[in-house]
Nanobody, 124 residues
Framework: QVQLAESGGGLVQAGGSLRLSCAAT????????MGWLRQAPGKEREFLAA????????NYADSVKGRFTISRDNAKNMVYLQMNSLKPEDTAIYYC?????????????????WGQGTQVTVSS
């Protein structure tokens, strides 16, 4: 089992950058594929990016490809999401999630564990 806690959200102007962090507890962290997803008010949860257990493989949604970068540090039990060129439509609650079954999945329901989320607000 793994527990997740996101941080790094906040208010940023359009065109700016933020780096989200996700701290994981649990000795089996490095066996999980990790993902970042978000949910805007009135919308369904949306996949953004995923990274394999060793960080060697990644998967991105088309909406963030080239702007967001996912990375992980297994020695620190951390996952990161670097977000550049932010747009007002990126405003949402951002979640990190863990999956040990499917791997690099873009389907939110296939993630087993979730953090509480961190709010990102992008002003125009």
């Amino acid at each position: 089992q793994v527990q997740l806690a996101e941080s790094g959200g906040g208010l940023v102007q359009a065109g700016g950058s933020l780096r989200l962090s996700c701290a994981a507890t649990g000795r089996s962290f490095r066996t999980y594929s990790m993902g970042w997803l978000r949910q805007a008010p009135g919308k369904e949860r949306e996949f953004l990016a995923a990274i394999g257990w060793d960080g060697g493989v990644t998967n991105y949604a088309d909406s963030v490809k080239g702007r967001f970068t996912i990375s992980r540090d297994n020695a620190k039990n951390m996952v990161y999401l670097q977000m550049n060129s932010l747009k007002p439509e990126d405003t949402a609650i951002y979640y990190c999630a863990a999956d040990r079954v499917v791997g690099l999945t873009a389907i939110p329901s296939q993630y087993e564990y979730w953090g509480q989320g961190t709010q990102v607000t992008v002003s125009s």
